[in-house]
Protein backbone atom coordinates (compact mmCIF):
# COMPACT_ATOMS: atom_id res chain seq x y z
CA UNK A 1 0.00 0.00 0.00
CA UNK A 2 1.34 3.37 -0.63
CA UNK A 3 0.13 5.28 2.56
CA UNK A 4 1.43 2.96 5.48
CA UNK A 5 1.89 5.13 8.74
CA UNK A 6 5.26 5.81 10.21
CA UNK A 7 7.02 4.51 6.15
CA UNK A 8 10.38 5.94 6.26
CA UNK A 9 11.61 4.99 2.83
CA UNK A 10 10.70 3.90 -0.49
CA UNK A 11 11.62 0.36 -1.49
CA UNK A 12 13.03 0.25 -4.71
CA UNK A 13 11.08 -2.40 -7.27
CA UNK A 14 13.38 -5.57 -8.09
CA UNK A 15 14.01 -6.42 -10.88
CA UNK A 16 13.59 -10.14 -12.17
CA UNK A 17 16.47 -11.78 -14.27
CA UNK A 18 15.63 -13.55 -18.20
CA UNK A 19 16.48 -16.76 -18.19
CA UNK A 20 19.24 -17.69 -20.52
CA UNK A 21 18.36 -20.11 -23.59
CA UNK A 22 21.39 -22.72 -23.50
CA UNK A 23 22.18 -25.70 -25.73
CA UNK A 24 23.46 -28.95 -24.25
CA UNK A 25 24.73 -32.32 -25.62
CA UNK A 26 22.26 -35.16 -25.01
CA UNK A 27 23.53 -39.00 -24.38
CA UNK A 28 23.95 -40.53 -27.73
CA UNK A 29 24.32 -36.97 -29.89
CA UNK A 30 26.97 -34.35 -29.19
CA UNK A 31 26.32 -30.56 -29.59
CA UNK A 32 27.74 -30.26 -32.85
CA UNK A 33 24.99 -32.99 -34.41
CA UNK A 34 22.00 -31.42 -33.01
CA UNK A 35 23.48 -27.81 -34.56
CA UNK A 36 24.34 -29.57 -37.56
CA UNK A 37 20.63 -30.95 -37.37
CA UNK A 38 18.76 -28.08 -36.95
CA UNK A 39 20.27 -25.58 -39.12
CA UNK A 40 19.66 -28.35 -42.33
CA UNK A 41 16.96 -27.18 -45.08
CA UNK A 42 13.26 -28.81 -44.35
CA UNK A 43 13.66 -30.40 -47.59
CA UNK A 44 16.77 -32.58 -46.79
CA UNK A 45 15.43 -33.40 -43.38
CA UNK A 46 12.11 -34.61 -44.63
CA UNK A 47 13.91 -36.76 -47.13
CA UNK A 48 16.50 -38.21 -44.66
CA UNK A 49 13.12 -39.16 -42.68
CA UNK A 50 11.57 -40.69 -45.72
CA UNK A 51 14.49 -42.90 -45.87
CA UNK A 52 14.60 -43.85 -42.49
CA UNK A 53 10.94 -45.46 -42.49
Partial sequence: ???????EE???K???R???KFNRAI??????DILAKR????E????QRDQAI
Avoid: D, F
Fill in 39 to 42: NMKP
Fill in 27 to 32: VGASLN
Fill in 10 to 12: EQA
Fill in 44 to 47: IRKA
Fill in 14 to 16: RRT
Fill in 18 to 20: RTQ
Fill in 1 to 7: RKHKKGQ
